[in-house]
């Protein structure tokens, strides 16, 4: 009968794999398979304990397709249960395979195992402490211990092995049990079975990790027994059962390596123990088959990382100079990675050990395989210096023109950071990051970007002129290949709006040509007429490539040239194109042109002086000062240790905006006290001191506002910086307002307004802090327009030269203008969130009369322990309505800071809107704890009727 | 340093075998892993090396016919031991099944399962020697066969 049964189960099993192979598309599969857990579920109801084990066989088969089989679990509990070993050996199969340490039914499993474990059998114990090995949760590790530390002593090496390991699974849940296992682990040091040894030797490794004790433990007892095992089984010949292609057990070799290093990291002594041993296994491992490289490889790691003498190193150093030359690509890989490793800690960029490896490093940059080349390209940037940067530069140019997108604007932050620390002059650097913008101008970030407007600001003047004179050309003769480089596009715009008069009448820029690419020079340094570079500006707008960023540069830029340019037809066709932007769809565009059209309507004099042209940042002169010097330009990137936050996707512009901006984003709660009021000052004066009227409460409040000036020079764009700074709606707070007196001599001075949430938006600078910032276009609009006539008015009244920054900065305050109106009709917010600091709210208008609703979302950061990165903001609607959303302004935002989304949603039914919204961000972790990933579904419908209705 | 699961996967990408070593999956993310190692693996050309950096992990990988073995481990592992490993339980595959082939793996996929318990547990090596793992798996069968002579008796 049984006999039956059994073949049955064989034929069964196979006959189900064959008839799922022969299913011809996926939907037989399915079928298939449909069919048979539905057989399965109803003989699994019957409780049939013949059928059990086919079914369970045939499940799991089931499972590794990928079907689920979940209701299989309890069986694997009922055949581990069995007396049998044939049922015990599937139930824990199945319960390895179905369960993991998340399931309740995982408690229920621990009392078989603890029964198992106890068994006369010792192949039933062995799979007990296989299963508990690879599943263990923290309370199974809790429960069982004491059955794993007896079996560890087993006499048994079958028994001995598997507890070692079972025990790596166990501290690992709980730390604490650590204890109960050091001594007998120690002791299975002196095991004289490999596998008993092996595991023995991967779990100190593991236990040295935990807990530095058992390694200072170690360190005093082991390292001798160590090395003679390696000696051991360096000898040829030694255990021909674990030979593998002429070497001894390379799996423990690999192993008691490892545990070498980690035990002589930082102790000279037992350092000084395996340097022997170690300069033998490194001589003498054969390195023409990959088991001899895989132990040369954990050699040299060992060594680079222990204590060891200078002789051993340069040996090391060696290995990994002839792995670089291998065929092989995979020691290729390893040699790549490890140098790039060990560059980080120990070798500086002058080592000659590496730059003798240079061109066949460069030679990977252009490999096929990708993982080459990202190693490779880590690499490269350590061999940067003085002497080899302009042939580094170069490689690194072509290989960011072929890069991945995704790698472009890191590899691009990195050149363009190199280029300023190792630059032979200022003209090469300037050439380089031009290219860098050509070459990726698309995806760079805005640090790039600003880091590229510093650099032509710091200029002299006949290398601005020829800066500007490039970018123009650029853009002019490589059309919708440059053009599609929108980082490239809004430099370009920028630099035409405020060095317009050098560009076409600077005469000859006379610097020559670019020193890398001498092709078509005199093309790229042509002075262009006025019509032309307006011609330029509006086949942009009117082309593919006009998002609302490079719109509203192009608009500033128009408005800054009416104060360059001279020809009055020209003068007309500006005037003419700002006024067309009057009524853009965009409110900021909107609000901005019709504010430049009334600076178009003054007297020149006031004009000229609105329009005058933007100071340098001191910041970006304190970083031309460290440039050339091999020194990290960037102040950030000077607490970084040596080149290593260099890797990978880790981005210094980011973190350098954060550090750089955090003091101008000060929280509206913080800013009556004298810090933020200097910070406003700052803005109100962008930067030029000269203009101030002297006050002594001034010079002191100037000079400690300097080093916190904001970094992000575009936002001088709008002669503020603003970024999210709510500082000036305080103005007349504090100290500073015996400071607002002389400046603002004619106004009447009056209270102001709280800085609410509208006002603070009103401060958005259209400009805002990058190419993507554009704050609160919703609530700019409607008192913006209306507070403009009288905000010019008292720019002129006030003697500042930097007139056009104090417009803008003065914007803000209508409430001190007896003319101001605030509309009664405010956009209201509603808050839709607040969490971990993080603070959004929705701010509707009612657009196409009720047709649609334009939302702005807010993100605020209102924690104080950091920035809340990767805010990702997705909103669902229902069917009847349709939703547009603009990227973000930015998916960081700093403490104390805001950033801003735009969404549109088209409701052509007039129905009520509800949003569901999927938010996802990193909060910033408490008292420097690790940030925190969030991940949360928000249902907001209290949208007011009176939006559509 | 511990190898995180290991795949065995078709040249059109059936899974044939997958082990996790972790339990920081779930069933849902253990599918979607699969899938994107996967698709991450086959779409590598024949001379590009063997590892692959994916997510916060590496795959270290190894086709033999038309099965790849896939291993996913730490950053800090030593790449080509973990090639090592692959091919050691190849090698055991193959003196199991006499001439393994990708059907044996199928219709016998408990045993290779067992095969590999018997290699490693928790992502960790268990056993250097071959015989030994051919021999606990003797002992295994033998112990099954006994049992259901038993049952017939």
Redesign the interface.
Known sequence: M??IL?TLVITR??DM?KQI?SAKTMADERAVIAKESAFIRTSFKSENVETRYINV?KL??IY???YPA?FGQMECLKLVASP???DK??GY?GI??LL???QELLTLVTNSLKNDMNNG?I?IV?LA??TL???S?PEMARDLSGEVEKLISSGNS?VR??AA??A??LIHKVPDLLENYQSKAIGLLQDKH??VL??GV?LLTEMCKIDANVAEELRKTSVPVLVRHLKNLTTPGFSP??D?SGIT????Q?KIL?LLRLLGTGSTFASDAMNDILAQVATNTDGTK??G??IL??TV?TIMDIESENSLRVLAINILGRFLSNK???????ALTTLTKTSQTTLNADSSALQRHRATILDCLKD?????R?RALDLSFFLINSQNIRILTRELLSFLEVAESDIKSSVASRIVDFAGRFRPNKRWELDTTIRVMRAAGANVDASTINHCVKLVTTSPKDLQLYAVRKFFNLIRLEGDQALAQEGLVVVTVWCIGEFGDALVRGGDSGTGGDEEDSVGQTDYMIAPTERQVIDILESILRGPFASIVVKEYIVTALAKLTGRFLEAPVLDSIRAMLAKYQTHMDVEIQARAVEFTAITKLDSETRAALLESMPVLESALKEEERKGTGQPALMSAITSPSRANQNGKVNTGNILDFSDDVPVNVPSTVTSNPAAGNDLLDLVFGGAPTTAPTSSGFGAGFGSAAPVKSDNIMDLLGGLSMGSAPAPSIAPMGGLSSLQAPLFASQPQQPSKPAGNATVDLLGDLFGSGPSASPAPTSFFPTSTAAAPPAFGMGINTASNDLFGSLLSSNPTPTSSPMSIIPPSQPKSYPCYEKNGLRISLTPERVDGGLAVSVNAKFENTGMSGPITGVVFQVAVPKTLKLTMQPPSSTTVLAGGFATQAMRIDNPSKTSIKLRIKLGYSAPGFMGSAPQLVEEIVDFGGFEASLWA | MAIRFILLVSRQGKVRLAKWFTADYTTKEKQKAVKDVTQAVLARRPKMCNILEFKDYKLVYRRYASLFFIAATDQDDNELITLEIIHRYVELLDKWFLNVSELDIIFNFQQAYTILDELMISGEMQESSKRSVVNSLKRMEETEKTEIAGNLL
């Not at chain 1, 092989?328 to 390893?334: A, K, L, P, S, T």
């Open positions: 049984e006999k059994s099993l196979r794999i192979r066989q799991l088969y590794m397709l990928g979940h049998k070993f044939m050996r599937l199969l390895m395979l993991d340490e998340n059998n192949q062995g402490l296989c090995g690879n599943i949760s079958f092995k598997k390991l079972c790596i699974r490999h596998g092996l595991t991967t059962e674990h593998v057990d390379p799996f423990l690999v490892r990959n088991v490289n895989a490889y954990e790691l092989d690509n995979n020691i290729r890989y390893v096929a395989d990708v993982s080459i990202h």
